[in-house]
Protein backbone atom coordinates (compact mmCIF):
# COMPACT_ATOMS: atom_id res chain seq x y z
CA UNK A 1 0.00 0.00 0.00
CA UNK A 2 1.06 3.50 -1.08
CA UNK A 3 -0.47 6.67 -0.68
CA UNK A 4 -0.04 10.13 -2.41
CA UNK A 5 -0.47 12.63 0.86
CA UNK A 6 -0.99 15.84 -1.70
CA UNK A 7 -2.25 15.32 -5.06
CA UNK A 8 -4.03 18.32 -6.67
CA UNK A 9 -6.54 16.00 -8.95
CA UNK A 10 -8.93 19.53 -8.60
CA UNK A 11 -6.22 21.22 -10.76
CA UNK A 12 -8.11 22.10 -13.93
CA UNK A 13 -4.97 20.18 -15.43
CA UNK A 14 -7.04 17.06 -13.83
CA UNK A 15 -10.30 18.51 -15.24
CA UNK A 16 -11.11 16.05 -17.95
CA UNK A 17 -9.53 12.62 -16.59
CA UNK A 18 -8.95 12.65 -12.67
CA UNK A 19 -11.00 9.05 -12.59
CA UNK A 20 -8.66 7.75 -14.99
CA UNK A 21 -5.86 9.40 -12.81
CA UNK A 22 -7.26 7.81 -9.44
CA UNK A 23 -7.67 4.46 -11.09
CA UNK A 24 -4.47 4.12 -12.83
CA UNK A 25 -2.54 5.30 -9.03
CA UNK A 26 -5.12 2.11 -7.41
CA UNK A 27 -3.40 -0.16 -9.77
CA UNK A 28 0.05 1.16 -9.30
CA UNK A 29 -0.29 0.57 -5.45
CA UNK A 30 -1.84 4.46 -4.46
CA UNK A 31 -4.64 3.66 -2.54
CA UNK A 32 -4.64 6.54 -0.32
CA UNK A 33 -4.77 10.01 -1.64
CA UNK A 34 -5.28 13.46 -0.21
CA UNK A 35 -6.17 16.33 -2.54
CA UNK A 36 -5.97 19.80 -0.59
CA UNK A 37 -7.76 23.23 -2.24
CA UNK A 38 -5.47 26.35 -2.47
CA UNK A 39 -8.78 28.55 -2.09
CA UNK A 40 -12.69 28.19 -1.55
CA UNK A 41 -13.40 26.90 -5.00
CA UNK A 42 -10.85 24.52 -5.10
CA UNK A 43 -11.31 23.22 -1.91
CA UNK A 44 -15.20 23.34 -2.84
CA UNK A 45 -13.67 20.49 -5.83
CA UNK A 46 -11.61 18.60 -3.80
CA UNK A 47 -14.33 17.80 -1.57
CA UNK A 48 -16.41 16.63 -4.56
CA UNK A 49 -14.11 14.34 -5.92
CA UNK A 50 -13.17 12.87 -3.12
CA UNK A 51 -16.97 12.32 -2.24
CA UNK A 52 -16.62 9.72 -5.36
CA UNK A 53 -14.14 7.85 -4.66
CA UNK A 54 -12.85 4.73 -1.43
CA UNK A 55 -9.71 6.27 -0.67
CA UNK A 56 -9.50 9.57 -1.36
CA UNK A 57 -9.66 12.28 0.65
CA UNK A 58 -9.12 16.56 0.91
CA UNK A 59 -8.08 19.23 2.83
CA UNK A 60 -9.83 22.84 2.47
CA UNK A 61 -8.13 26.29 3.30
CA UNK A 62 -6.27 28.66 1.56
CA UNK A 63 -3.03 29.02 -0.04
CA UNK A 64 -0.47 31.82 1.20
CA UNK A 65 -0.60 33.03 -2.88
CA UNK A 66 -4.35 33.00 -3.21
CA UNK A 67 -5.11 35.48 -0.13
CA UNK A 68 -8.23 37.16 -1.35
CA UNK A 69 -9.78 40.76 0.06
CA UNK A 70 -12.47 38.51 0.90
CA UNK A 71 -10.53 35.51 2.93
CA UNK A 72 -12.24 36.04 6.01
CA UNK A 73 -15.53 35.00 4.51
CA UNK A 74 -13.78 32.57 2.51
CA UNK A 75 -12.65 30.86 5.70
CA UNK A 76 -16.30 30.27 6.97
CA UNK A 77 -17.61 28.45 4.11
CA UNK A 78 -13.95 26.51 4.37
CA UNK A 79 -15.28 26.02 8.05
CA UNK A 80 -18.06 24.11 6.76
CA UNK A 81 -16.31 21.66 3.93
CA UNK A 82 -14.11 20.89 6.79
CA UNK A 83 -16.97 19.28 8.84
CA UNK A 84 -17.27 16.63 6.03
CA UNK A 85 -16.24 13.23 6.98
CA UNK A 86 -14.34 13.46 3.72
CA UNK A 87 -12.33 16.39 4.69
CA UNK A 88 -8.72 15.57 6.89
CA UNK A 89 -6.88 18.72 7.24
CA UNK A 90 -6.79 22.46 6.94
CA UNK A 91 -5.16 23.15 4.09
CA UNK A 92 -2.72 23.72 2.13
CA UNK A 93 -1.93 26.96 4.14
CA UNK A 94 1.07 28.92 5.03
CA UNK A 95 3.83 31.12 4.01
CA UNK A 96 5.45 31.63 0.72
CA UNK A 97 8.06 34.92 0.03
CA UNK A 98 9.64 33.26 -3.09
CA UNK A 99 7.68 35.94 -5.54
CA UNK A 100 6.95 38.72 -3.27
CA UNK A 101 8.28 39.55 0.08
CA UNK A 102 6.95 42.54 0.86
CA UNK A 103 6.51 43.71 4.43
CA UNK A 104 2.34 43.90 3.66
CA UNK A 105 2.32 41.02 1.69
CA UNK A 106 4.50 39.02 4.81
CA UNK A 107 1.68 40.59 7.36
CA UNK A 108 -1.44 39.27 5.40
CA UNK A 109 0.17 36.49 5.06
CA UNK A 110 0.58 35.18 8.52
CA UNK A 111 -3.33 36.70 9.57
CA UNK A 112 -4.64 34.60 7.22
CA UNK A 113 -2.41 31.37 7.95
CA UNK A 114 -2.62 32.07 12.19
CA UNK A 115 -6.30 32.19 11.20
CA UNK A 116 -6.35 28.59 9.64
CA UNK A 117 -4.05 27.42 12.55
CA UNK A 118 -6.73 28.25 14.94
CA UNK A 119 -9.59 26.56 12.68
CA UNK A 120 -7.49 23.25 12.72
CA UNK A 121 -7.39 23.62 16.61
CA UNK A 122 -10.79 24.53 16.91
CA UNK A 123 -12.15 21.43 14.40
CA UNK A 124 -9.45 18.84 15.81
CA UNK A 125 -7.87 18.66 12.67
CA UNK A 126 -4.00 19.03 11.61
CA UNK A 127 -2.62 21.05 8.81
CA UNK A 128 -1.37 20.45 5.65
CA UNK A 129 1.18 23.63 5.55
CA UNK A 130 2.75 25.40 2.26
CA UNK A 131 6.18 27.09 3.00
CA UNK A 132 8.33 28.65 0.33
CA UNK A 133 11.13 30.86 0.94
CA UNK A 134 9.81 31.27 5.18
CA UNK A 135 11.17 28.24 6.96
CA UNK A 136 11.98 30.98 9.86
CA UNK A 137 8.57 32.56 9.85
CA UNK A 138 6.43 29.35 9.71
CA UNK A 139 8.58 27.99 12.61
CA UNK A 140 8.07 30.76 14.36
CA UNK A 141 4.05 30.93 13.71
CA UNK A 142 3.96 27.24 14.96
CA UNK A 143 5.42 27.94 17.83
CA UNK A 144 3.35 31.26 18.99
CA UNK A 145 0.74 29.53 17.82
CA UNK A 146 0.89 25.80 17.83
CA UNK A 147 -1.07 23.80 15.80
CA UNK A 148 -2.53 21.03 18.31
CA UNK A 149 -3.32 18.59 15.76
CA UNK A 150 -0.06 18.67 14.20
CA UNK A 151 0.72 19.80 10.31
CA UNK A 152 2.92 17.80 7.66
CA UNK A 153 5.18 20.62 6.04
CA UNK A 154 4.56 19.71 2.20
CA UNK A 155 7.15 19.93 -0.53
CA UNK A 156 9.41 20.39 2.43
CA UNK A 157 12.46 22.43 0.56
CA UNK A 158 13.93 24.15 3.75
CA UNK A 159 17.27 23.33 5.33
CA UNK A 160 18.36 19.93 7.04
CA UNK A 161 19.07 22.01 10.27
CA UNK A 162 15.29 23.56 10.13
CA UNK A 163 14.02 20.04 9.52
CA UNK A 164 15.67 19.08 12.70
CA UNK A 165 13.61 22.17 14.72
CA UNK A 166 10.54 21.02 12.81
CA UNK A 167 10.71 17.67 14.19
CA UNK A 168 10.84 18.83 17.64
CA UNK A 169 7.56 20.55 17.08
CA UNK A 170 6.49 16.62 16.13
CA UNK A 171 5.58 18.00 12.72
CA UNK A 172 5.83 15.43 9.16
CA UNK A 173 7.31 16.41 5.90
CA UNK A 174 6.17 15.48 2.72
CA UNK A 175 8.54 14.67 0.37
CA UNK A 176 8.20 14.78 -4.14
CA UNK A 177 9.85 14.96 -7.40
CA UNK A 178 12.99 17.17 -6.26
CA UNK A 179 14.47 14.20 -4.42
CA UNK A 180 14.70 12.21 -7.60
CA UNK A 181 16.40 14.95 -9.44
CA UNK A 182 20.25 14.54 -10.21
CA UNK A 183 21.16 17.75 -9.08
CA UNK A 184 18.92 18.09 -6.50
CA UNK A 185 21.28 18.11 -2.95
CA UNK A 186 19.28 19.74 -0.42
CA UNK A 187 15.92 17.87 -0.65
CA UNK A 188 17.99 14.26 -0.73
CA UNK A 189 20.20 15.63 2.60
CA UNK A 190 16.54 16.37 3.88
CA UNK A 191 15.56 12.78 3.47
CA UNK A 192 18.45 11.68 4.90
CA UNK A 193 17.87 13.76 7.95
CA UNK A 194 14.20 12.96 8.34
CA UNK A 195 13.25 10.58 10.92
CA UNK A 196 11.20 8.09 9.12
CA UNK A 197 8.47 7.71 11.44
CA UNK A 198 7.58 11.58 10.63
CA UNK A 199 7.86 10.86 6.26
CA UNK A 200 5.06 11.45 4.29
CA UNK A 201 5.44 10.76 0.00
CA UNK A 202 3.45 12.73 -2.71
CA UNK A 203 3.57 13.84 -5.95
CA UNK A 204 1.89 17.32 -5.54
CA UNK A 205 0.51 16.58 -9.22
CA UNK A 206 0.37 18.44 -11.61
CA UNK A 207 3.37 20.02 -10.34
CA UNK A 208 6.84 18.15 -9.55
CA UNK A 209 7.13 16.02 -11.71
CA UNK A 210 9.74 12.95 -10.93
CA UNK A 211 12.47 11.41 -13.06
CA UNK A 212 12.25 9.77 -15.67
CA UNK A 213 8.87 11.99 -16.89
CA UNK A 214 10.42 15.57 -16.10
CA UNK A 215 8.48 18.03 -18.64
CA UNK A 216 5.36 15.68 -18.42
CA UNK A 217 2.05 16.05 -16.18
CA UNK A 218 3.13 14.58 -13.14
CA UNK A 219 0.54 12.32 -12.12
CA UNK A 220 -0.34 10.25 -8.42
CA UNK A 221 0.85 7.01 -10.29
CA UNK A 222 4.64 8.11 -9.94
CA UNK A 223 4.49 7.64 -6.06
CA UNK A 224 6.30 4.16 -6.99
CA UNK A 225 9.35 6.79 -7.38
CA UNK A 226 9.45 8.42 -4.88
CA UNK A 227 9.06 5.64 -2.49
CA UNK A 228 11.97 3.96 -4.72
CA UNK A 229 13.80 7.25 -4.18
CA UNK A 230 13.61 6.94 -0.39
CA UNK A 231 14.20 4.04 -0.15
CA UNK A 232 17.39 4.60 -1.69
CA UNK A 233 18.44 7.58 0.28
CA UNK A 234 17.62 5.75 3.60
CA UNK A 235 18.90 2.68 2.36
CA UNK A 236 15.18 0.95 3.83
CA UNK A 237 13.51 -1.60 2.04
CA UNK A 238 10.97 -0.69 -0.37
CA UNK A 239 8.53 -2.47 1.63
CA UNK A 240 9.59 -0.76 4.95
CA UNK A 241 9.03 2.90 3.07
CA UNK A 242 5.76 1.88 1.96
CA UNK A 243 4.72 0.78 5.66
CA UNK A 244 5.61 3.03 7.34
CA UNK A 245 5.23 6.35 5.31
CA UNK A 246 1.41 4.49 4.57
CA UNK A 247 1.61 4.17 8.76
CA UNK A 248 2.54 8.29 9.32
CA UNK A 249 -0.33 9.08 6.85
CA UNK A 250 -3.22 7.30 8.84
CA UNK A 251 -1.99 8.25 12.37
CA UNK A 252 -1.10 12.37 11.22
CA UNK A 253 -4.53 12.52 9.30
CA UNK A 254 -6.66 10.30 11.77
CA UNK A 255 -7.47 8.27 9.16
CA UNK A 256 -10.34 5.67 10.15
CA UNK A 257 -9.47 2.71 7.56
ZN1 LIG B 1 -0.14 21.95 -3.24
Known sequence: MLVDSHVH?????FASDFSKAIAEAKENGVTMMLIPGWDLASSRLARDIARKFDGVYFAAGIQPENITPSWKEDLLEIEKLATDDKCLAIGECGLDYHWDSKEETKLSQK?????????ANRLGLPL???ARDASQDTYEMLREHNALHSAVLHCYSGSPEMLRQFAELGLYFGFDGPITFKNAVSPKECVKECPIDR?????DSPY?????????????KYIPLIAEAVSALKDL????VAEKTSDNFIR??????
Open 128 to 130: SIH
Open 199 to 203: LLLET
Open 208 to 220: MTPVPFRGKRNEP
Open 252 to 257: LFHVKL
Open 111 to 119: RCFAAQIEL
Open 9 to 13: LNDEA
Open 237 to 240: PLRV
